[in-house]
């Protein structure tokens, strides 16, 4: 049998049974895999700045429930516990009822970003101990005298050198010294360390001795968490390389206390299923995995809402999108193009690059909690700094002095002045009002009316310029896309963000607050494999190319083994970076998977020309083409709610408004009657036009004149700027 739902990432897949036209495995060993019986709930956790959200579908009815509480910034964990206490608790359901439990975690982020990871050491090749130092060429402030070079990770005098060196061909120049190495070992052990990177001159190459340092740490600093470049990203730039490998050692004791802890808190709950960690690549992997590779989850939580994006964006048969995840401490924006997240191979963390694959996500300073104040200037600035969880804006009642965006929201009206978080949350307008008076009114010379929708002004710039940053400066046209608000405030600005840029569809998932923990189970486990070998993209080198991934995909394999993945849910994704020769930048190309023959080579090339010309502006087609890295993605798919379209009922009336508020809109003087609906209330089918205000649990929406709500089967609204038309 063949999979009945189209939107299923598993509709390419053979499968033993359908159940409700979705594939479903049976009589398999690994709970994450299985469905049905006493196990029944599935649950994504989502740890966010302010708020930590909660996905739960039961399997059997195919109820999704929503679920949001405050963070704990101290201990994350506390948050999650208590958590999916209070969800099995509202459910009446067994903590044994769980059979999948995932979530994404801002640990690694906020150690590097509070500089709280461990004491670690570095060993490389002699001569390249200040390699972290130096880096490369790239200066991002290239006229400021004073910039401000990354933190070192590494302490001073812990840098330290061995004798050996591998030559560019993987031959060995330099035998490795051991006796000096265990000497190296044994200076860091007695300087404290708790964790060593290594990183040698074309390891990734010939991985022999660093491999070999590996046993030498093991037999004489059993204890220390140790990393190898060769074995957590084989490619060629030795900087990255580096900087990659240290953060991994930086982070690795710091996320194994964390994820241990949190094991062992879920299993005290009963909880008999093995918790999953989300990778910033958008998919799922293991404790263990997320102890060996820790810097795989350096964007964990918001590339779970992208992949949401991506399987919402089927839903509404929009295959451009751009996300829109404004949260209470930040926004996060990323572009999908054909129903597929970008992928990048290096991104900047902290200052450093991570050469891992990472969705392409601009993170900004712009949330309800950012914080709005005047500059020395007598500019009205908003962000990046926020009010985070607590003390939170000052309307939360928790004695926070400073005005924020959700602050000015209520003052305009767009939020409700009394209760939010669906009545579970009291708000005091007075308390707003008296934050935005006193830090912005009394500073300048605005009123309460163009103070509040001020603030709400600069923060949606703030929102447009990011925006702009992954569409119109890569080539694309903002036009030709929708924007897809999620997050607890995204739509509150949505539809007067994309007016600004010209966008006329914008898209809100049935429950947007909650959309990264949804798409924790929508992810799929995935292992991102990649060797390099600069070679000429020719027929003559297609059996090297082969053996290239024929490797690849053996090392795949065995990791699938490890995570219990049976054998017809796996599936491998094929990319080749190529450049032309002499450029010293790549472009990642997809390519089919199986043996790579003279045709698929022939249309690897010319995709690779095309992409070229989109990105820059032209192509050399008779130009030598290098192939330098190459990618193989070992992906092993699993259980997803199987979300079904609902009948259309477009003659149903429009519900009656639970009040009717006076509210202030964007380029508007003057405040106005505007009805207030509830979005459960919504029928698949139905057309609302606004002004109008749509509140529910988690989030709330806010559409301008001129634009018109469109309800779609599965609950998703669909809002169109209608006011040209």
């Not at 709970?31 to 302010?50: A, E």
């Not at 209070?86 to 769980?98: G, N, P, Q, R, W």
């Not at 909650?514 to 798409?519: E, F, I, P, Y």
Request: aromatic content about 6%.
């Amino acid at each position: 049998n063949q999979c009945l739902d189209p939107l299923c990432h598993m509709c390419k897949l053979p499968v033993q049974n359908t159940k409700n036209g979705h594939a479903r495995m049976e009589q398999l060993t690994n709970n994450q895999y299985m469905g049905g019986n006493n196990m029944s709930y599935m649950i994504g956790v989502d740890v966010g700045g302010t708020f930590t959200d909660f996905s739960v579908f039961n399997q059997e009815t195919g109820e999704l429930f929503n679920y949001k509480d405050s963070s704990t910034p101290a201990d994350p964990s506390k948050a999650i516990v208590k958590g999916v206490q209070d969800v099995l608790e509202i459910k009446k359901a067994k903590s044994e009822t769980v059979s999948y439990l995932a979530h994404g975690t801002t640990v690694g982020t906020n150690a590097l970003i509070e500089k709280k990871g461990c004491r670690l050491g570095l060993i490389t090749t002699k001569g390249f101990k200040d390699l972290m130092e130096i880096g490369t060429q790239r200066r991002p402030s290239l006229y400021n005298l004073q910039a401000q070079k990354p933190y070192p990770l590494v302490p001073s005098g812990l840098n330290c050198t061995v004798t050996e060196r591998i030559r560019y061909d993987g031959s060995i120049e330099t035998p490795l010294d051991e006796e000096e190495t265990r000497e190296v070992v044994r200076y860091l052990k007695a300087q404290g360390v708790a964790a060593i990177a290594v990183c040698t001159l074309f390891s990734f190459i010939n991985p022999v001795h660093e491999e070999r340092i590996e046993e030498i740490i093991h037999e004489e600093f059993p204890e220390a968490y140790v990393t190898i470049s060769s074995k957590l990203a084989p490619e060629f730039r030795e900087f990255s390389r580096m900087s990659t490998t240290v953060m991994n050692s930086y982070l690795g004791p710091v996320m194994k206390k964390y994820v241990n802890n949190f094991r062992e808190s879920i299993a005290q709950l009963g909880i008999k299923v093995e918790p999953y960690v989300t990778q910033s690549n958008g998919s799922i992997i293991s404790i263990k995995e997320t102890i060996d590779c820790p810097i795989k989850t350096a964007l964990s939580g918001p590339s779970a809402g992208v992949i949401a994006a991506a399987y919402i964006g089927k839903q509404c048969e929009a295959d451009k999108i751009i996300t829109f995840d404004m949260g209470g401490t930040s926004a996060d924006i990323s572009l999908i193009e054909n129903y597929t997240p970008q992928v990048s191979n290096e991104r900047y963390v902290e200052g450093y690059p991570a050469r891992i694959p990472m969705i392409n996500i601009i993170t900004i300073g712009a949330g309800g909690g950012s914080i709005a104040k005047i500059d020395d200037g007598g500019a009205l600035k908003v962000g990046p700094k926020s009010a985070g969880a607590t003390p939170g804006p000052a309307c939360y009642m928790r004695g926070g002095e400073n005005p924020c965006v959700t602050d000015a929201n209520i003052v305009l009206g767009k939020l409700n002045q009394k209760k939010i978080l669906g009545g579970r949350m009291d708000v005091d307008i007075e308390l707003a009002k008296n934050a935005i008076k006193t830090k912005i009114c009394d500073k300048s010379n605005l009123d309460m009316k163009r103070a509040a929708n001020g603030i709400i002004t600069v923060v949606n710039s703030n929102m447009v310029r990011a925006i702009r940053s992954v569409s119109v400066e890569k080539g694309y046209d903002v036009r030709e896309f929708s924007l897809m608000a999620f997050g607890g405030a995204g739509p509150l600005h949505a539809c007067e963000v994309a007016k600004e840029l010209g966008m006329k569809e914008v898209l809100i998932p049935p429950h947007p607050g909650t959309l990264c923990s949804l798409g924790l189970l929508l992810a799929d486990t995935k292992f991102d494999l990649s060797r390099t070998k600069v070679m000429n993209g020719e027929a003559d080198n297609l059996d090297s190319i082969n053996e290239q991934f024929d490797n690849m995909v053996e090392q795949g394999t065995g990791l699938l083994d490890k995570e219990g993945v049976p054998a017809d849910r796996r599936y491998f994704e094929f990319a080749i970076d190529m450049r032309y020769q002499r450029q010293n930048f790549e472009i990642s190309i997809p390519v089919p998977a199986g043996k790579m023959t003279e045709e698929t080579l022939k249309k690897a090339l010319a995709d690779f020309h095309a992409e070229h010309k989109r990105s820059y502006g032209y192509c050399k087609e008779d130009a030598i083409v290098q192939f330098v890295s190459y990618r193989v993605s070992a992906i092993g798919v699993i259980d997803k709610p199987d979300l079904k379209a609902s009948e259309l009922h477009p003659e149903a009336p429009i519900p009656a408004p639970i009040e009717v508020r006076q509210v202030l809109f964007q380029n508007s003087d003057e405040y106005i009657e505007t009805p207030v609906y509830l979005r459960e209330e919504f029928v698949p089918g139905q057309a609302i036009p606004g002004p109008c205000i749509c509140e529910q649990m988690d989030t709330t929406l806010v559409v301008p004149k001129g634009w018109t709500i469109h309800v779609d089967g599965y609950h998703n609204l669909k809002i169109r700027d209608e006011e040209e038309k």
